[in-house]
Structures are given as structure tokens and as C-alpha cells.
């Protein structure tokens, strides 16, 4: 059970452990961007399943956001500590033989499981060496483009939102910002960050809602930035020859992280002041065809006839 000391107001905080932040440190169940994506791209239910305080909460650590991880803490101070796999551990015998950089020994699960259990992220040595060059390369090449990481890390902002249900408490945290500037980098891991590609990123995964919330945020808790706050995000392949694409959103594409934020708040608002989180929708509904269905049947129609049936 949290104390009220245990809890973050409205604010800006600096040195939140991203643990806590993930926990969701607000008094009562706050909105992000993360959660908001989920809640128009789905549901209500979806989103609150997926919540750190909500009924069937878990989340595992997939390969891919262990690449993150590492990328995180090497090129923005992330505060996951690494640790690397030893060279030697004890066998089943209890005698030290090689890893072989492998986690494949008794000891070595061992070792791994403590270390997660600990908050700590556990490495082999080739996958620190890998992502230690990866980083390097990256930093590079953001700096041959502009982009230099001389400010704040892993910032904690907690504000509230308006909706007609009353205020709905939210939380975001930026990878890096240089305040003087009002200037906000958020590293996006991409397969491809050719401008086509991250602008299906900016759709697909909620991108444009993360820079409509981070924009509001900063905003909101401090005024004198309005209509000053900037949102770079900067995609980055995490292979040779590890392109870089620093981007911001157009003009349409801030409409339309803005409108799906406002959806989500309202929606949220409304889940917040009622206690209830519905799925897809209430009773029946009526299964329309899509238009493409419908016209690939016209396409298959013969001119003047019906269509061929052929097994």
C-alpha cells in the first residue's frame, strides 16, 4: 500500500527511477501517451488492461526493448544499471569452467534471474560491445545532422488535462530536453528511418499522440514556453550504416495527434469518473462489408454475366 508521500503532484521531476515512473507514480491512475494509443487504436478495456495499475497488468521484456534499453542508457543516461555476464561461473560440480559469453549454465540463469529481480538489466559481453559501437555510430551521426545531446535526461512530467468529466491526471517522461530551448529529443529505435517509413512509424505506433501529449505538458507546466515547445524525434537504425533522421510532425500530422490526445483524454475522464473501461462497443452491431471487399467482388464480376465459381 503507497502513502501519499509516495506519490508525484503536478511538476516537473528530475531523477524519477524509470521503475517508478513505469509503476505510475500519480495518486490515481494517470494517462500517457503509451496508454492513449492503446485506448483509440482499441479500447477502453485494452488500455486499462495494458495500465501499470490495472487488473491483468504485465508486460515482458521482448528482444526488442532490450535493444531500446541498451541504446537508452548508452546514448541518454538511461538509469537501468548493466551488468555483464562473467567470463567464468561454476558448472553443476561447483567447478568454474567458460560461459562462453552464453547464459546457458545453471549459474548463469541464476545469475541472470538475480540480476533482473535486482532492477538491474543483465548483458553478454558481445551484446554491450554490439550496442556500445551501435551507440557510438548513432551519436555520430545525429551530430553530423545537428542534434547534440547537451541537456537534461529522463525528465518526469506530471500535469493535468481538462475533459468534460473534470481533470484527468497524465504523465509522460522525455528522453532529453534542453529547456533554454524548449527543445524536446525522443529516440525512436526504427527498422527503416527513411522519411516514408517514419511517417507511417508516427500513425502506427502513436507517435503523433506522444508529441501532441510532451507538447501539452511542457505547456501546461510551464506557460511562459506556449506556443515555443519543439519535438524532435530522432529515428535511428540500429544496424550499419545506422542512419539517423531527426523529424518533426507537419501541420496535419499535429492535428491529428492532437485530436486522438483529446479522445483519449475524454475517453479516460470518463473511465476515471465512472469505474467502468468497455471494450469495443455495447450490444449488437451490424458487420459492414469494407469498400476494398466490395470491390473486389465487382472486379470479379464478368461484364454482362454473374461470377464464375471455380473450386
Known amino acids: 500500500m503507497r502513502s501519499d508521500s509516495d506519490f508525484l503532484g503536478p511538476g516537473i521531476h528530475r531523477g524519477v527511477p ?31 488492461s495494458a495500465h501499470p495499475r490495472g487488473a491483468n497488468h504485465r508486460k515482458e521484456q521482448t528482444d526488442a526493448m532490450k ?16 551488468v555483464e555476464l562473467p567470463a567464468m561461473m561454476k558448472d553443476s560440480k561447483g567447478t568454474l569452467v567458460p560461459t562462453n559469453d552464453k547464459f ?26 554490439y550496442a556500445k559501437a ?24 506530471i500535469w493535468d488535462e481538462e475533459s468534460s468529466h473534470g481533470p484527468v491526471r497524465c504523465r509522460a517522461r522525455l528522453d532529453h530536453w534542453l529547456p533554454d530551448e524548449a527543445l524536446i529529443y525522443d529516440l525512436k529505435k526504427a527498422e527503416c528511418a527513411h522519411p516514408d517509413a517514419v511517417a507511417r512509424a508516427m500513425i502506427t505506433y502513436g507517435y503523433a499522440i506522444q508529441h501532441a501529449a510532451y507538447v501539452s505538458a511542457l505547456e501546461t507546466l510551464r506557460p511562459d514556453l506556449a506556443g515555443r515547445v519543439r519535438m524532435l524525434f530522432l529515428f535511428v537504425e540500429e544496424y ?6 531527426p523529424g518533426h510532425p507537419s501541420g496535419t500530422m499535429r492535428a491529428l ?18 469505474g467502468r473501461f468497455p471494450a469495443y462497443a455495447q ?11 466490395m470491390k473486389a467482388m465487382e472486379d470479379a464480376i464478368p461484364e454482362g454475366g454473374s461470377p464464375g465459381v471455380s473450386f
Open 240 to 245: 550499419p550504416p545506422y542512419a539517423t533522421l
Open 18 to 48: 524509470k521503475s517508478v515512473y513505469m509503476g505510475d507514480p500519480c495518486e490515481s491512475p494517470s494517462l500517457s501517451a503509451s496508454i492513449a494509443k492503446l485506448l483509440v487504436t482499441r479500447s477502453v478495456a485494452h488500455a486499462w
Open 283 to 293: 450490444g449488437e452491431v451490424e458487420i459492414a462489408a469494407p469498400e476494398w471487399a
Open 67 to 82: 535493444t531500446g534499453t541498451l541504446l537508452d542508457s548508452l546514448l541518454l543516461g538511461g538509469d537501468d544499471e548493466l
Open 104 to 129: 546457458l549454465l545453471g549459474s548463469a540463469k541464476d545469475w541472470r534471474d538475480a540480476q533482473v529481480a535486482a532492477g538491474k538489466v543483465p548483458v553478454r559481453k558481445e551484446e554491450l560491445g
Open 134 to 157: 551501435a551507440a557510438q555510430n548513432i551519436k555520430e551521426n545525429l551530430a553530423d545532422q545537428g542534434v547534440a545531446l547537451s541537456g537534461e535526461n529522463q525528465t518526469t512530467l
Open 257 to 274: 495527434g492532437n485530436f486522438h490526445w483529446r479522445r483519449a483524454v475524454e475517453a479516460w475522464g470518463a473511465a476515471m469518473k465512472s
